[in-house]
């Protein structure tokens, strides 16, 4: 099979990480990649948006799969492109279809979609200037901290947790009127659940489905999850405290309904279903929807499964993934994220990486790199996942911690205290 894989980060090196360990790959492509994928694969320098760009490229190169790594060619309808192509149409896209990928391109879509299937989440309303008196009120209503959420992509940092009532209420003015530009022309204000949080993975072809794992993410820049969001600083899975008891109520009141939902709306979703979740008590409520692999999850997610991926996604293209049986390794995987000086603020890019060679018991994920003049270099804000495995938490976070030292680069930075609220 020639494989075409789109996007450049973290998660877009994991799959073709997976995928070349196929014995079924002819040829695997990466478009744009980076300098991790171009050890293992073809990078194409095509954004993953011109769709018109990528049809050439793929009658071209006469590809069968194209997996879609980031959401924004998702939300934009390249699903739909293909489908509507006559020349496209025989080729596998992994990844929802346009109205589908509205679960992540419109915060007050999934909330609709969670109210009319009866999925368990926190209570909300969705406001714009015309309601906006009406927030204020919603606002009061609630207990402290409140939450408001960006309806549309923002790029992972179009949610405010605010502690002040006030405060709260300007923001919600100060969103609106644009501060995430035209994604927070629409603001859902959420009830805040209190609680530990993680995210499940789920792959279906439309009516079967597989569930992945799960992982836990750590969003803030600072250790003990202080100071500003991020991508993400790094990932472990399993996670212990999702236990079989608490997995089967996932499984019954979300997963399921989440998959019949999209059947009954006629939306059809071919790929990936990231739900992120809280536990509150013993009970999990959905946070947020994404139409796609996370990251940095991915590199703790994918590690883990060993049965070949590209039989998976074939399974997944040929709606028969009620066939396949899908493995797990029981091991823990931790990855640690390595990051440019001043992230997620204002970072330099062009640093010279070093001691990639001197990495050992670990995989390395490139998320923001880039070759110039035969050096590998940052060329974004979160720039290396160090990725290992583990009989136990602690002994895979000693790895991914020791080899995170290893590998250099000017203002290097990253969170010494993953997994710090699970050992």
């Given at each position: 099979?020639?494989?075409?894989?789109?996007?450049?980060?973290?998660?877009?090196?994991?799959?073709?990480?997976?995928?070349?360990?196929?014995?079924?790959?002819?040829?695997?492509?990466?478009?744009?990649?980076?300098?991790?994928?171009?050890?293992?694969?073809?990078?194409?320098?095509?954004?993953?948006?011109?769709?018109?760009?990528?049809?050439?490229?793929?009658?071209?190169?006469?590809?069968?799969?194209?997996?879609?790594?980031?959401?924004?060619?998702?939300?934009?309808?390249?699903?739909?492109?293909?489908l509507g192509d006559s020349e496209l149409n025989k080729v596998a896209v992994i990844g929802p279809e346009k109205a589908a990928a509205q679960m992540e391109g419109s915060k007050d879509f999934?909330?609709?979609?969670?109210?009319?299937?009866?999925?368990?989440?926190?209570?909300?309303?969705?406001?714009?200037?015309?309601?906006?008196?009406?927030?204020?009120?919603?606002?009061?209503?609630?207990?402290?901290?409140?939450?408001?959420?960006?309806?549309?992509?923002?790029?992972?940092?179009?949610?405010?947790?605010?502690?002040?009532?006030?405060?709260?209420?300007?923001?919600?003015?100060?969103?609106?009127?644009?501060?995430?530009?035209?994604?927070?022309?629409?603001?859902?204000?959420?009830?805040?659940?209190?609680?530990?949080?993680?995210?499940?993975?789920?792959?279906?072809?439309?009516?079967?489905?597989?569930?992945?794992?799960?992982?836990?993410?750590y969003k803030r820049i600072g250790e003990g999850d202080t100071g500003l969001n991020t991508g993400g600083m790094g990932a472990i899975s399993p996670v212990h405290f999702a236990n079989e008891?608490?997995?089967?109520?996932?499984?019954?009141?979300?997963?399921?309904?989440?998959?019949?939902?999209?059947?009954?709306?006629?939306?059809?979703?071919?790929?990936?279903?990231?739900?992120?979740?809280?536990?509150?008590?013993?009970?999990?409520?959905?946070?947020?929807?994404?139409?796609?692999?996370?990251?940095?999850?991915?590199?703790?997610?994918?590690?883990?499964?060993?049965?070949?991926?590209?039989?998976?996604?074939?399974?997944?293209?040929?709606?028969?993934?009620?066939?396949?049986?899908?493995?797990?390794d029981e091991r823990t995987v931790t990855t640690v994220m390595l990051v440019s000086g001043g992230y997620p603020e204002a970072y330099a890019k062009g640093k010279v990486i070093s001691g990639?060679?001197?990495?050992?018991?670990?995989?390395?994920?490139?998320?923001?790199?880039?070759?110039?003049?035969?050096?590998?270099?940052?060329?974004?804000?979160?720039?290396?996942?160090?990725?290992?495995?583990?009989?136990?938490?602690?002994?895979?976070?000693?790895?991914?911690?020791?080899?995170?030292?290893?590998?250099?680069?000017?203002?290097?930075?990253?969170?010494?205290?993953?997994?710090?609220?699970?050992?």
């Amino acid at each position: 099979m020639k494989v075409l894989v789109l996007g450049s980060g973290g998660r877009e090196h994991a799959f073709a990480w997976k995928i070349a360990q196929s014995n079924k790959l002819e040829k695997l492509y990466v478009a744009p990649g980076n300098a991790g994928t171009a050890e293992i694969a073809e990078n194409i320098n095509i954004n993953p948006n011109d769709f018109e760009k990528v049809k050439t490229f793929v009658l071209d190169k006469e590809i069968n799969m194209v997996i879609v790594g980031p959401e924004d060619p998702l939300v934009n309808g390249i699903h739909d492109f293909f489908l509507g192509d006559s020349e496209l149409n025989k080729v596998a896209v992994i990844g929802p279809e346009k109205a589908a990928a509205q679960m992540e391109g419109s915060k007050d879509f999934a909330k609709d979609f969670m109210a009319r299937h009866h999925i368990p989440t926190a209570q909300y309303k969705s406001i714009t200037s015309e309601n906006l008196k009406e927030g204020y009120q919603f606002l009061e209503s609630l207990k402290a901290p409140y939450v408001l959420k960006a309806d549309g992509l923002a790029a992972g940092k179009g949610v405010l947790i605010i502690d002040n009532l006030e405060e709260a209420k300007q923001s919600l003015k100060e969103m609106i009127g644009g501060m995430f530009g035209s994604a927070s022309a629409t603001v859902v204000i959420e009830e805040f659940l209190s609680g530990i949080e993680l995210s499940v993975f789920v792959l279906t072809d439309g009516k079967n489905y597989k569930v992945l794992a799960e992982a836990k993410d750590y969003k803030r820049i600072g250790e003990g999850d202080t100071g500003l969001n991020t991508g993400g600083m790094g990932a472990i899975s399993p996670v212990h405290f999702a236990n079989e008891e608490f997995m089967t109520k996932v499984e019954d009141r979300i997963i399921k309904p989440t998959i019949e939902g999209f059947q009954k709306d006629n939306t059809p979703f071919v790929g990936f279903v990231f739900i992120g979740l809280m536990k509150v008590d013993n009970d999990p409520f959905v946070i947020e929807y994404n139409v796609r692999m996370g990251d940095p999850e991915t590199e703790v997610v994918l590690p883990r499964i060993k049965s070949d991926f590209l039989d998976l996604m074939v399974a997944v293209a040929d709606k028969k993934l009620d066939q396949f049986e899908l493995e797990l390794d029981e091991r823990t995987v931790t990855t640690v994220m390595l990051v440019s000086g001043g992230y997620p603020e204002a970072y330099a890019k062009g640093k010279v990486i070093s001691g990639l060679d001197q990495v050992t018991e670990s995989i390395v994920f490139h998320a923001g790199t880039t070759n110039i003049n035969n050096d590998v270099v940052t060329n974004g804000g979160r720039v290396i996942a160090v990725s290992s495995y583990g009989e136990n938490l602690a002994n895979a976070l000693e790895k991914s911690f020791s080899n995170a030292e290893k590998i250099q680069f000017e203002g290097k930075y990253y969170r010494k205290d993953i997994g710090f609220d699970l050992q």
